[in-house]
Structures are given as structure tokens and as C-alpha cells.
Nanobody
């Protein structure tokens, strides 16, 4: 059974920090892991992805504000940010893809940046 278990998120003050984690299980030939987000009334957008080999891709305006990392031993990816802005309020979705181009999504975790 495929599972992407997300943790972290919640209410964060402007300028605060964020750490999300996503643990994958049941996925054969796992390659890419990463994060997308979707704000109310907007399309889902890329935050960052990382391959098993460590190649990283950031979405527009994400580089320098978010950092993605990964522990291949436990198929877990992490997303970290030190300077959150209210515009970062969104549901953050974990994403995984295999070498065979099969895609999987987590259920999403809400991040609200507000004072």
C-alpha cells in the first residue's frame, strides 16, 4: 500500500520558520520526492523537488526562501523555511514519482502564516 505521510505545518507567525516532513512507503522504484502548494483560489504550484541522486529543482520565487532535503535511507523528504510570509499560506502537498513516471500525492497539510 502506497503511503505519503506528511507532518508539520499549522499556524506560523510572519517571519517564522517552517519544517515539513513527508515519509513515503510502499513505492517501488522511488526517484523524485518534493512539495507543491495550493493557495485558495490559485493553481497548485511547485515549491521544490529532489531526486534520489540529490538533484534539486525549485519553483519560481522559491529558491532562497525554501530548502529541500532528503534521507534516502528512510524515503523521507523535508522542507524548511526561515522567513515565512502571509503569501506562503497554502495547503502543502507531498509529491513522489518513480523511475517509471508514476506519480503519488499526499493528502496535504495546511500552513497558515498569520499574526
Amino acid at each position: 500500500q502506497v503511503q505519503l505521510v506528511e507532518s508539520g505545518g499549522g499556524l506560523v507567525q510572519p517571519g517564522g520558520s517552517l519544517r515539513l516532513s513527508c515519509a513515503a512507503s510502499g513505492i517501488r522504484f522511488l526517484n523524485v520526492m518534493g512539495w507543491y502548494r495550493q493557495a485558495p483560489g490559485k493553481q497548485r504550484e511547485l515549491v521544490a523537488t529532489i531526486t534520489r541522486a540529490g538533484s534539486i529543482k525549485y519553483g519560481d520565487s522559491m529558491k532562497g526562501r525554501f530548502a529541500i532535503s532528503r534521507d534516502n535511507a528512510v524515503d523521507t523528504t523535508y522542507l524548511h523555511s526561515n522567513k515565512l510570509d502571509p503569501a506562503d499560506t497554502a495547503v502543502y502537498f507531498c509529491y513522489a514519482a518513480t523511475y517509471k513516471d508514476e506519480d503519488y500525492w499526499g493528502q496535504g497539510t495546511q500552513v497558515t502564516v498569520s499574526s
